[in-house]
């Protein structure tokens, strides 16, 4: 217990009560720590009563604790005027004259000689003086308030030397079980207590049920985190197989050759693709399907195709790039598929990262999230990848579905798929889809007479529209705000 603490119960008990103003003004001490002291006692129960009271009083301003601190304006210039006087126009060039000046002409402290042949000269009336402003300012001051008359306040007042508060006090007396000596609760019971009986004469703090643990310390997932395992478990569902995407850099063969994409593609070119300077180059490749690939850009390969009919270059396949699309990894699949003794229908699903030089706006990065879902299987058609479609998308809460013809180098036909948005109220593009073209498959040594369907849309896109962002860079990159990650919801997709 604080020294004040022990002040206050040895007063309330030679006196019985006790006022906070006028204890702090007696004791010259400020009274929100008298208020403090009290409200700290009170949370001993029945130790004290408290009544608060309101009462008006008034403050000084820093002109007036000037005042009570070095006089009134017009004191201050009554004892700056010599015996023999001083021209009016030296006086007037001293700090706050005018107003003392004036002053001290309305009470009769001083007179003006205007016909001195240096010009007016002021010199004092009388010979002392009673500086009752700054008298007055000292009672106000202290609270002294009985023997100031109401014209004097209102003179302060008009000067605005005061200002009129409220102040609330505590009128405190004893409570029932009132005592000098505290005693400290005891926060735990102890065996020893329990032992020797000594519980029985102790005093335990209250616990409060009601109050909040700490928070503990933990990570938070990311949205796109809370997303990516929602759309995952989708696809887990429908009897996926989740491919692995480990490999961020990719070569060009994979990344384009194999998926029949000419080397003259402008996707191929440095404005759209980052390509590795160490390594800069791939050497290890299956060299007699490398070979397949290389016929079929070139004159078909016999697969009833005319190719791409140019001078197919392997150095330009060797370039080593950070991948623009999980789709590599669908053809390193389906090449590993080709491989086994006899062809086994399959589906495949990814979701992770690909690469695009873009220009960075509210809706692009350079770095995004592809989720990716193939199926190999015997005669599939364009009937077979909408009624997927239809059925990936209604578990995503997009029931609303329409299909655009499009191009893509490795699928025809290729659909660009479209959803109703009912917050936007309008149709938005929500992905790409197509049916792998055979002189992507046949160098594979897939049987002929297997289709391999594929559908791909962003992760970021649906992320957005879920957590109501507009902004890309506020989802993702240095500038995304940290209380976003702590407190946004659990995803829930309604399927």
Not at 210 to 225: N, R
Request: with cysteine.
């Amino acid at each position: 217990m604080t020294d004040l603490n022990n002040e206050i119960l040895e007063y309330i008990d030679k006196h019985d009560s006790l006022n906070t103003l006028e204890y702090a003004n007696v004791q010259s001490l400020d009274h929100q720590k008298v208020i403090g002291a009290i409200k700290s006692l009170q949370t001993n129960e029945g130790l004290l009563k408290a009544e608060q009271k309101s009462t008006k009083s008034f403050v000084l301003n820093d002109e007036a604790q000037h005042i009570v601190k070095h006089g009134s304006h017009e004191a201050v210039i009554f004892g700056l005027i010599p015996e023999t006087g001083i021209l009016q126009s030296e006086l007037m060039s001293l700090p706050n004259a005018k107003l003392g000046f004036s002053k001290a002409m309305a009470n009769g402290w001083v007179q003006v000689d205007k016909k001195n042949a240096d010009g007016p000269k002021v010199t004092k009336k009388v010979a002392t003086i009673n500086d009752e402003v700054k008298d007055i300012l000292t009672k106000v001051q202290s609270l002294n308030l009985s023997d100031v008359n109401e014209k004097s306040i209102q003179d302060l007042k008009k000067r605005k030397l005061i200002s009129e508060v409220t102040i609330n006090s505590f009128l405190v007396s004893k409570g029932d079980k009132f005592s000098t000596k505290l005693e400290k609760p005891e926060k735990e019971l102890t065996a020893e207590m329990l032992i020797g009986d000594l519980w029985k004469t102790k005093k335990f703090k209250e616990y409060n049920l009601d109050a909040l643990g700490t928070v503990p310390d933990g990570g938070h997932l990311h949205p796109l985190q809370k997303v990516r395992t929602e759309i995952r478990k989708i696809f887990l569902e429908m009897g996926f197989n989740e491919m692995p995407t480990n490999n961020y850099i990719e070569n060009s063969f994979w990344n384009f050759d194999a998926l029949f994409q000419p080397q003259q593609h402008p996707a191929r070119d440095a404005h759209d693709t980052f390509f590795m300077s160490d390594p800069a180059v791939s050497t290890n490749f299956p060299m007699d399907y490398l070979e397949r690939v290389k016929q079929t850009h070139i004159n078909g390969g016999g697969y009833g195709s005319q190719g791409y009919k140019y001078d197919w270059k392997i150095e330009e396949a060797q370039k080593n790039i950070l991948r623009t699309h999980t789709t590599a990894v669908s053809a390193r699949m389906l090449y590993k598929l080709a491989q086994n003794n006899g062809f086994k229908p399959t589906k495949y699903f990814s979701i992770d990262k690909v690469f695009r030089n873009e220009t960075l706006d509210a809706t692009h990065l350079a770095e995004f999230h592809q989720i990716e879902g193939v199926i190999a299987d015997y005669d599939l058609t364009l009937g077979d990848l909408i009624g997927i479609l239809h059925e990936f998308f209604s578990k995503l809460g997009m029931t609303e579905l329409r299909f655009k013809p499009a191009y893509n180098p490795y699928t025809e036909p290729s659909m660009e798929v479209f959803a109703f948005h009912k917050g936007l109220n309008k149709w938005v593009e929500i992905g790409n889809s197509g049916v792998f073209r055979p002189e992507m498959l046949e160098p594979m040594n897939l049987p002929k007479n297997v289709s391999v369907i594929a559908w791909g849309l962003s992760l970021e896109r649906p992320t957005m529209i879920k957590y109501g962002i507009n902004n890309i860079r506020d989802l993702v990159g240095h500038k995304v705000n940290l209380k976003m990650v702590y407190d946004n919801p659990i995803c829930r997709i309604s399927k």
